[in-house]
């Protein structure tokens, strides 16, 4: 029989309560991951908070003690007002065209009078179509018998080929806005005007067209690196690999935006590594805004780069953990709610004024995100390292310096939601065409994202400002290439 001393009874029994406590949170963390993933099976994440907590309340900290924030308690209230007239229907769009018609009386109206008329507007649609273009160029013998005179072809985007730049643009804004991929474009010119082009001819269409674009993406590059302050952000995308038979290759879309020139360039690299983004962004000198991901870290080790963070970021990992720590995680949800809306009061009060607005934030913001690291500093040893509001803890404190270099420029966003809304339209895309047939593709893909999210984010008509392009490009200056960009454009 073996017998043991009080003091080894002691060390077993602290063991134990070591493991059980590596289980549980073992378990937690588990048990968090299996929510997150019913979340996003689910449906759409939402990552709306509406505090509980009274929004002018008094700092979280009184003396060294750290206080919690309480509920708001709650009463029903009932009241009466007047009903609201419905303000009717939307009113029409002045520059659609009109078609009158125009219904007389059955009756005989010889002899009447008329006394006025009764006017009502509604919409019809008027499908599209295609349009054969027959350019006819005559020709003439000259008097002297000294050849034949004739006028020049005019230039199109892609030479010998039969689709004009008005079509290539349809095609185009049709892929990769309305995502609609090749093959259904396909069905639809069939059924509606019985044209059945090759998917392969619709290929080598974008290719040409992507070739001919290929310095204005230069150029929009350039535009962006220029500046000294841009956002940076990457999302995967699924490319065909001849080296992989039947399978894909996952591959990553890099994107920098630049907030306040409007404009967003995609940048195709077949990996996540440090190469792609230090490729790019060589020679660059400024303020780079992006998540904690640990290749910007790398890029940040150049003393020229500056790596500014994304307050969303930290926000959302506290949002995570509200099923498992509710009561923390709403005291810090609160507190970036408080920023958000001195934001907003910012921004509205200085739209142009981006000294101003700094001065401001520092004022205002920047005393809110240090109550919260404070408040982390009291909480983050009663919880454990693995759970969900610790992680949330942990990565607040790691992306503390970058959240703080915010407010060195009154021009840097709070968070990276910008960039983020860029790429959403490539998000929705790849659901439809699910990958792209090479990397050359995938990177021809990336050009046009980054001419059409540029578009969007000028409010500018994308399929307008391609077909313009298209046309213009062929015979435009090459030092003069930035005149094609969105938003830079020549009104004639």
């Not at 349809?170 to 259904?184: A, G, Q, T």
């Amino acid at each position: 029989m073996v017998t043991m001393t009080y003091q080894e009874l002691l060390v077993e029994n602290r063991d134990l309560q070591k493991k059980e406590q590596v289980s549980t949170a073992r378990i937690t963390s588990l048990e968090h991951q299996l929510a997150q993933l019913y979340k996003l099976i689910g449906g759409f994440k939402s990552e709306s908070f509406i505090t509980e907590t009274v929004i002018d309340q008094l700092s979280l900290f009184s003396g060294d003690t750290v206080e919690t924030i309480e509920e708001t308690p709650q009463e029903t209230i009932t009241y009466t007002r007047d009903k609201q007239k419905h303000r009717g229907r939307n009113a029409l769009p002045e520059h659609l065209p009109v078609r009158e018609v125009i219904i007389e009386p059955e009756g005989d109206t010889t002899g009447l009078k008329k006394i006025g008329e009764e006017v009502s507007e509604t919409l019809e649609y008027t499908p599209a179509s295609l349009v054969k273009r027959r350019t006819i160029r005559p020709k003439y013998a000259k008097a002297d018998g000294d050849g034949v005179l004739i006028a020049p072809l005019p230039t199109r985007p892609i030479d010998k080929a039969i689709v004009e730049a008005c079509l290539l643009a349809h095609i185009l804004v049709s892929k990769y806005i309305d995502h609609l991929p090749f093959y259904r474009q396909i069905r639809m010119f069939k059924r509606d005007f019985g044209w059945e082009p090759a998917q392969s001819t619709m290929g080598d269409w974008m290719a040409g067209c992507c070739k001919l674009l290929d310095p204005l993406y230069n150029a929009l590059k350039q535009k962006i690196l220029a500046s000294d302050y841009i956002q940076a952000d990457e999302s995967p995308i699924k490319v065909l690999d001849s080296d992989k038979k039947g399978r894909t290759h996952q591959g990553y879309q890099w994107v920098y935006h630049n907030p306040v020139q409007k404009l967003v360039i995609f940048n195709y690299r077949p990996g996540r590594g440090p190469n792609g983004p230090k490729e790019l962004l060589a020679g660059y000198k400024g303020h780079l805004q992006c998540d904690g991901y640990s290749v910007y870290d790398k890029i940040g080790a150049d003393p020229d780069i500056t790596l500014a963070g994304c307050l969303v970021h930290a926000r959302r990992k506290f949002h995570d953990a509200l099923d498992s720590d509710k009561k923390r995680s709403q005291t810090v949800l609160g507190l970036f709610r408080k920023m958000y809306l001195e934001e907003r009061n910012i921004k509205e009060g200085t739209p142009d004024d981006f000294g101003k607005r700094k001065l401001l934030r520092e004022k205002k913001i920047k005393p809110l995100l240090a109550q919260i690291k404070t408040w982390i500093g009291a909480e983050q040893f009663k919880v454990l390292p693995k759970s969900p509001i610790g992680k949330a803890m942990a990565y607040f404190i790691n992306q503390y310096p970058k959240l703080n270099a915010i407010f060195d420029d009154g021009r840097i966003e709070l968070d990276n939601n910008l960039i983020e809304n860029a790429i959403r339209p490539m998000a929705i895309g790849r659901k439809n065409y699910l990958f792209c047939g090479s990397h050359d593709a995938a990177q021809n893909a990336a050009m046009l994202y980054s001419f059409f999210g540029s578009c969007k984010m000028q409010n500018i008509n994308p399929r307008e400002w391609l077909e313009d392009t298209l046309q213009r490009i062929p015979d435009h200056s090459i030092q003069k290439l930035e005149e094609l960009l969105p938003g830079y454009q020549i009104k004639v």
